[in-house]
């Protein structure tokens, strides 16, 4: 009988298209409520991103202290628009996850390393079922949007974004979430916010900026 190999603990490639527009300030209850005609699921925690050096076309992070994520750029298809609602770049994405932890976790930055506090509401939507469900653990390749409304707190300042995630085959990511942006944006967010392309940014751009 031959021993079977042991399990890897990195993750294997994953592929997304995502969207994501930051605001600053905190976040609006009017949108808070906006968001929560979804049945959301809610996380806390925090996330540490490379700064320094820039890495262009790269995303690194240390995710919850535990693992290293390093994500690369695949360029843009273009523009989701939802008409008179938002416009924002899509990006594509390969991402790779490692067991990871940072040497020292005495609360503050580490040199070239910017900690990103997160308060998410996270919900998932679904082109077979054509329905948004609160968001559980990733099942495989299937076709999916990932769909959150976050709260963030870094270098002592008060910022809310709004990101779409797509995952599943290649040739689906850009229908995946154009759905799911159709169906979020059916009603159109309270106040003069509506996100447009001025705001629309991955994090590691967001930062690199700051």
Known sequence: MT?????????????????RWIFPGQLQAGVARWFGRFPARMESREDTYLVDPSLPGLSVKIR???ALEVKAYLGSPGVLQVAGRARGLMEG?????????????????Q????????????????S????????????GQKPECE?????????????????FEATGPADLLRSE????????FAQALPGRT????????SYAGWLGQR
């Open 64 to 66: 919850r202290g535990r």
């Open 128 to 139: 077979a079922s054509r329905q948004i469900v609160a968001a559980a653990a990733r099942l």
């Open 93 to 109: 994405w390969q991402k790779w996850s490692f067991p990871f932890g940072l040497p020292s976790q005495d609360g503050g930055d």
């Open 111 to 126: 040199a070239g390393w910017r900690k990103v506090r997160k308060r998410r509401r996270i919900i998932r939507f679904s």
């Open 147 to 163: 769909v959150e409304l976050t709260e963030v707190r870094t270098c002592g300042q008060d910022w809310w974004t709004l990101g």
């Open 3 to 19: 021993a079977e190999p042991p399990q890897s603990p990195v993750t294997a490639a994953v592929r997304s298209l995502e969207v």
């Open 194 to 201: 509506e996100p447009g392309l001025d705001e629309s940014r």
């Open 177 to 184: 979430i154009e759905a799911a942006a159709t169906l979020v």
